[in-house]
């Protein structure tokens, strides 16, 4: 008898577990629900190939590499729904601070000083490195010079949503609304074919945008399909102002200018109540949750638990590294779990499958990138981290999913992935210099403190 030809194949990666996020439970073998055991992922031209018993996978493949991982998690890339990630080099810069004091005091006079192309680029790269090691494979990226920014992340290698940034005021990139928008958009002629890049309108929030570039805006959002990605009811103070300045909340001033729907993302969230849930819920926008950053700055606590009963989509953002102070998105999905359960009074409130997803797919599908990145998938592209939960710390493991959530750490993250790309061997970056980058920020900071 002829021997069976085995299809060719990149990777053949061997975890002692791999959750897909939207594995079918109907056929799932594993004693854990949405994890499964002994399975391999087959990847081949950086998209997935196959999702499989592990023995057939051996039968069926001949890859160019296969790597066992004993002991792993194989999940999906982690989506960072929300960062400003140049502000990596303002880290502790003003601590311990309300927001408004924040920005207005510390914040903004030190980037009208200092932010230019080489401090985005700088800032970006420092921020993608610790974002691929932590197991942030996709970036929703809202700051100045985005073509810095873009050029940092192609670098690094990491998947990038750059947000075509709008405020009224001048910066070091922009004078007025439509200079942003103009350079903006040239930015996204010059970048748009890139793979790894996709962009979004990014106008900062609604107490720094007027009405009128809110609808020019939304003329463009609907000729492009572009999402829309901004602050909204971070603080009680901008809903105070919203009131006194136009009559009413910022949420029913977007919904009045026609800006939400499906490719709105609202960042925070904090201050919403029930009709505005529904508001949300009913022209199917998303929310970028940020914990970690709303309590640092005293904003508050979103109502996650309300969102997921409503129906509406979020994800997990990081914020930047100025106001939480670290990008990492383990912390972020665990934190958002317990403040879920602490603030609703129920132990059942956005448990660790649900916390997994938002970081995962529910955070793509803000994005409008579900299609590509998410879960593992066949036919999606290969954005994939194992996660060791081998360590005593984490014995037993009777749920590796649970795991993941309440128990793992970025630390705990060995291999990182994009777009088939090893990007994290062994916890060690690939393709980046980590001196350089130490180099770099320390500049950064003499300058900041002269």
Known sequence: MLATMKAPADLILLPQWVVPVEADGASDPAPHAGALSDHAVVVQHGRILAVLPAEAARSQYAATQTLALPGQALIPGLVNLHGHAAM??????????????????????????????AFVRDGTLLAAAEMLAGGITTCNDMY???????????????????GMIVLEFPSAYAVDADDYLARGLSVRDELKDEPLLSFAFAPHAPYT??????????????????????????????????????????????????LLGPNFIGVHAVHVNDAEIGLLAQHGCHVAHCPG?????????????QFAAAGVNFGFGTDGAASNNRLDLFAEMRLAALLAKGASGDAAAL??????????????????????????????????????????????????????????????????????????DNRRLVGLDTDDLTVRAAYWRTKLTA
């Open 351 to 424: 448990p660790a499958a649900a916390a997994l997803k938002a970081a995962t797919l529910d955070a793509a599908r803000a994005l409008n990138l579900d299609s590509q990145i998410g879960s593992i998938a066949v036919g999606k592209r290969a954005d994939l981290v194992a996660v060791d939960l081998s360590a005593l710390s984490s014995q037993p493991v009777f749920d590796p999913v649970s795991h993941l959530v309440y128990v793992a750490g970025r630390e705990h993250v060995t291999h990182v992935w994009v777009d088939g790309t090893l990007k994290l």
């Open 88 to 117: 990596s080099l303002l880290r502790g810069f003003a601590d311990d601070l309300p927001l408004m004091a924040w920005l207005n005091d510390h914040i903004w006079p030190a980037e009208k000083k200092h932010v230019s192309e």
């Open 209 to 258: 945008i007027a009405d009128a570039t809110f609808g020019r805006i939304n003329t463009l959002v609907e000729q492009l399909g572009l999402p829309i990605h901004t602050h909204i009811h971070e603080t009680t103070v901008e809903i105070r102002d919203s009131l006194k300045q136009f009559g009413m909340r910022p949420l029913e001033r977007l919904a009045q200018l026609g």
């Open 293 to 305: 950053s709303n309590l640092k700055l005293a904003s508050g606590i979103a109502p996650v638990a």
């Open 144 to 162: 100045f010079f985005p073509q810095a920014a873009g050029e940092a992340y192609l670098q690094a290698g990491m998947r990038a949503t750059l």
